[in-house]
Antibody, heavy 122, light 111 residues
Framework: QLQLQESGPGLVQPSETLSLTCSVS??????????WGWIRQPPGKGLEWIGS???????YYTPSLKTRVSISVDTSKNQFYLKLSSMTATDTALYYC??????????????WGQGTLVTVSS | QSVLTQPPSVSGAPGQRVTISCTGG?????????VHWYQRLPGTAPKLLIY???NRPSGVPDRFSGSRSGTSASLAISGLQAEDEADYYC???????????FGGGTELTVL
């Protein structure tokens, strides 16, 4: 059974870079059938797609975060990663990793991790 | 504000039928992009409930159904059960924003 597990710091200082890892089990991240992505939900707000990556390393990012975000993949570890720089309080959110099915930017999540809460505060 | 608009909350008694609307625009639902629905039970990961407007993944009861028309979509839940109490989210693709977008979520309460 597919499982995705986010890991990373729960607290980040303002202006620092957030680094999160998503560990995938039950499926190969090298599959040509899926993309892998990150989605977040600030407290009291809706879900926001951050970006997606294919196993080749090709990435798609939401335009509003494009200058600050980097998503990468390590097929040998069956993991993918999120880096978000210049963190501010508005980046405080529950961060989910997900498997996405479909094509490129239109691919939609079909499996999600449990999510990890990231708070930006000094 | 979310690109797709959902009612913040809906409620119904056990056994009843409820519907949750999802209203978009001409760059997403109205442009023909598929709508997908997710259920998030308290403290759990979101689960894909309906994909491509009307399709249920394996294991999802046929009490759940989806539809799409024009710039809107709907999720219907019939034979409401206590275990259906959860947050529900719609999702589509938006060509203007060049990415997938979500509704703000609807909290379902089973009375």
């Amino acid at each position: 059974q597919l499982q995705l597990q986010e890991s990373g710091p729960g607290l980040v200082q303002p202006s620092e870079t957030l680094s999160l890892t998503c560990s995938v089990s039950g499926d190969s991240i090298s599959s040509d059938s899926y993309y892998w992505g990150w989605i977040r939900q600030p407290p009291g707000k809706g879900l926001e797609w951050i970006g997606s990556v294919f196993h080749t390393g090709y990435t798609y990012y939401t335009p509003s975060l494009k200058t600050r975000v980097s998503i990468s993949v390590d097929t040998s570890k069956n993991q993918f990663y999120l880096k978000l720089s210049s963190m501010t309080a508005t980046d405080t959110a529950l961060y989910y990793c997900a498997r996405l099915v479909g094509y490129a930017r239109e691919a939609h999540p079909d499996y999600w991790g449990q999510g990890t809460l990231v708070t930006v505060s000094s | 504000q979310s690109v797709l608009t959902q009612p913040p909350s809906v409620s119904g008694a056990p056994g009843q039928r409820v519907t949750i609307s999802c209203t978009g625009g001409n760059s997403n639902v109205g442009a023909g992009y598929d709508v997908h629905w997710y259920q998030r039970l308290p403290g759990t990961a979101p689960k894909l409930l309906i994909y491509a407007n009307t399709n249920r993944p394996s294991g999802v009861p046929d009490r759940f159904s989806g539809s799409r028309s024009g710039t809107s979509a709907s999720l219907a839940i019939s034979g409401l059960q206590a275990e259906d109490e959860a947050d529900y989210y719609c999702q589509s693709y938006d060509a203007s924003l060049s990415g997938i977008v979500f509704g703000g979520g609807t909290e379902l309460t089973v009375l």
